[in-house]
């Protein structure tokens, strides 16, 4: 049975944004990826899973070891996708903030 996951369910966690923020520097193990949390390896496992399965991350093997890195692609889908809302929260505030600059209190 495969399980479809939302990835913007998966990058809401925090725990799951910080394990893309340390992946994006460069390719980590679970183990090394485990290393900078507090929770347990069983809980940075399912993170990196559930990360896996959206296809934020991609799988490299090397040796006996697999290293985790950020899929590019799938990230700028993302970026890509939220992109019009940032434009449009940017014109918001500039505007705001053009009123802001003319206005004077009474």
Same mark, same amino acid.
């Given at each position: ?20 923020? /340390?992946? *994006? ?8 990826? *485990? ?15 559930? /990360?896996?399965?959206?296809? /934020? ?38 505007? /705001? ?10």
């Amino acid at each position: 049975m495969e399980i479809r996951r939302d990835v913007f369910q998966a990058i809401a966690d925090p725990t799951r944004r910080a394990i893309l923020s /340390l992946v *994006a520097m460069q390719a980590m193990t679970p183990g090394v990826i *485990a290393e900078n949390f507090d929770s347990s390896r069983q809980t940075i496992s399912k993170h990196i899973q559930i /990360l896996t399965e959206c296809e /934020l991350l991609s799988q490299q093997q090397n040796g006996r070891e697999i290293y985790y890195l950020t899929n590019a692609k799938k990230m700028k889908e993302v970026a890509d996708f939220i992109e019009p809302f940032r434009q449009m929260w940017d014109d918001r505030f500039n505007k /705001l903030e053009d009123i802001m600059k003319n206005y004077k209190p009474k």
